[in-house]
Nanobody, 126 residues
Protein backbone atom coordinates (compact mmCIF):
# COMPACT_ATOMS: atom_id res chain seq x y z
CA UNK A 1 0.00 0.00 0.00
CA UNK A 2 1.11 3.54 -0.75
CA UNK A 3 1.92 5.54 2.34
CA UNK A 4 2.97 9.16 2.72
CA UNK A 5 3.83 10.21 6.26
CA UNK A 6 4.52 13.87 7.00
CA UNK A 7 6.35 15.27 9.99
CA UNK A 8 8.06 18.47 11.09
CA UNK A 9 5.18 20.86 11.54
CA UNK A 10 4.85 23.10 14.57
CA UNK A 11 4.37 26.60 15.89
CA UNK A 12 6.95 29.30 15.23
CA UNK A 13 7.16 33.06 15.24
CA UNK A 14 7.30 35.07 12.05
CA UNK A 15 10.78 34.99 10.59
CA UNK A 16 11.43 31.51 11.91
CA UNK A 17 11.93 28.31 9.96
CA UNK A 18 10.62 24.77 9.78
CA UNK A 19 11.58 21.76 7.69
CA UNK A 20 8.82 19.35 6.77
CA UNK A 21 9.54 15.73 5.84
CA UNK A 22 7.44 13.20 3.95
CA UNK A 23 8.44 9.54 4.01
CA UNK A 24 7.04 7.65 1.02
CA UNK A 25 6.58 3.92 0.61
CA UNK A 26 4.65 1.38 -1.45
CA UNK A 27 5.43 2.68 -4.95
CA UNK A 28 8.30 3.62 -7.23
CA UNK A 29 9.20 7.05 -5.84
CA UNK A 30 11.43 8.10 -8.74
CA UNK A 31 8.64 7.72 -11.28
CA UNK A 32 6.18 10.07 -9.64
CA UNK A 33 5.64 13.79 -9.21
CA UNK A 34 5.89 14.83 -5.58
CA UNK A 35 4.38 17.96 -4.11
CA UNK A 36 3.58 19.93 -1.00
CA UNK A 37 0.10 21.40 -0.72
CA UNK A 38 -1.38 23.54 2.01
CA UNK A 39 -4.86 24.47 3.10
CA UNK A 40 -5.82 27.17 5.57
CA UNK A 41 -9.30 27.36 7.15
CA UNK A 42 -11.78 28.86 4.71
CA UNK A 43 -9.34 28.82 1.82
CA UNK A 44 -8.79 26.57 -1.19
CA UNK A 45 -6.05 23.99 -1.18
CA UNK A 46 -2.90 25.37 -2.80
CA UNK A 47 0.03 23.59 -4.39
CA UNK A 48 3.06 25.14 -2.73
CA UNK A 49 5.93 23.33 -4.42
CA UNK A 50 6.50 20.30 -6.58
CA UNK A 51 9.36 18.18 -7.92
CA UNK A 52 9.86 15.13 -10.08
CA UNK A 53 10.85 12.11 -8.01
CA UNK A 54 13.48 11.31 -10.63
CA UNK A 55 14.96 14.80 -10.22
CA UNK A 56 14.28 18.30 -11.51
CA UNK A 57 11.04 19.89 -12.72
CA UNK A 58 10.78 22.07 -9.64
CA UNK A 59 7.97 24.60 -9.37
CA UNK A 60 6.91 26.98 -6.60
CA UNK A 61 3.83 29.06 -6.14
CA UNK A 62 4.68 32.76 -6.33
CA UNK A 63 4.05 33.52 -2.66
CA UNK A 64 6.81 31.18 -1.46
CA UNK A 65 9.48 31.75 -4.11
CA UNK A 66 12.77 32.66 -2.48
CA UNK A 67 11.57 31.50 0.94
CA UNK A 68 10.73 27.79 0.55
CA UNK A 69 12.97 25.05 -0.85
CA UNK A 70 11.72 21.64 -1.95
CA UNK A 71 14.21 18.77 -1.97
CA UNK A 72 14.37 15.01 -1.70
CA UNK A 73 16.58 12.12 -0.65
CA UNK A 74 16.09 9.29 -3.14
CA UNK A 75 17.98 6.83 -0.95
CA UNK A 76 15.35 7.39 1.75
CA UNK A 77 12.33 8.02 -0.52
CA UNK A 78 11.80 11.18 1.47
CA UNK A 79 10.57 14.58 0.37
CA UNK A 80 11.40 17.78 2.24
CA UNK A 81 10.19 21.36 2.40
CA UNK A 82 12.43 23.93 4.05
CA UNK A 83 10.46 27.03 4.93
CA UNK A 84 12.46 30.14 5.81
CA UNK A 85 11.51 32.80 6.66
CA UNK A 86 7.97 31.94 7.63
CA UNK A 87 5.18 34.50 7.63
CA UNK A 88 1.80 34.42 9.39
CA UNK A 89 0.06 33.85 6.04
CA UNK A 90 1.93 30.54 5.76
CA UNK A 91 -0.23 29.15 8.57
CA UNK A 92 -2.02 26.09 7.22
CA UNK A 93 -2.19 22.32 7.22
CA UNK A 94 0.54 21.05 4.92
CA UNK A 95 0.11 17.86 2.91
CA UNK A 96 2.51 15.72 0.94
CA UNK A 97 1.16 14.25 -2.30
CA UNK A 98 2.30 11.94 -5.09
CA UNK A 99 1.01 11.41 -8.61
CA UNK A 100 2.09 9.78 -11.86
CA UNK A 101 4.29 12.00 -13.99
CA UNK A 102 2.34 13.16 -17.05
CA UNK A 103 3.88 13.52 -20.51
CA UNK A 104 4.43 17.24 -20.03
CA UNK A 105 6.20 16.91 -16.70
CA UNK A 106 5.56 17.69 -13.06
CA UNK A 107 5.30 21.46 -13.46
CA UNK A 108 1.93 21.13 -15.16
CA UNK A 109 -1.06 22.27 -13.10
CA UNK A 110 -2.95 19.25 -14.42
CA UNK A 111 -0.85 16.68 -12.54
CA UNK A 112 -3.21 14.23 -10.84
CA UNK A 113 -2.00 13.71 -7.32
CA UNK A 114 -3.54 10.40 -6.35
CA UNK A 115 -1.85 9.78 -3.03
CA UNK A 116 -1.93 12.01 0.04
CA UNK A 117 -0.49 12.09 3.51
CA UNK A 118 -2.41 12.89 6.65
CA UNK A 119 -1.02 16.42 6.93
CA UNK A 120 1.08 18.34 9.41
CA UNK A 121 0.05 21.67 10.94
CA UNK A 122 2.20 24.78 10.56
CA UNK A 123 1.28 27.81 12.66
CA UNK A 124 3.16 31.10 12.36
CA UNK A 125 2.51 33.85 14.86
CA UNK A 126 3.25 37.52 14.31
Amino acid sequence: DVQLVESGGGSVQAGGSLKLSCEASGYTYSGYCMAWFRQAPGRNRERVASIFGGGGEIKYTDSVKGRFTISQDLAKNTLYLLMNPLQPEDTAMYYCAAGPRPWGGCTLVSVAFDYWGQGTQVTVSS
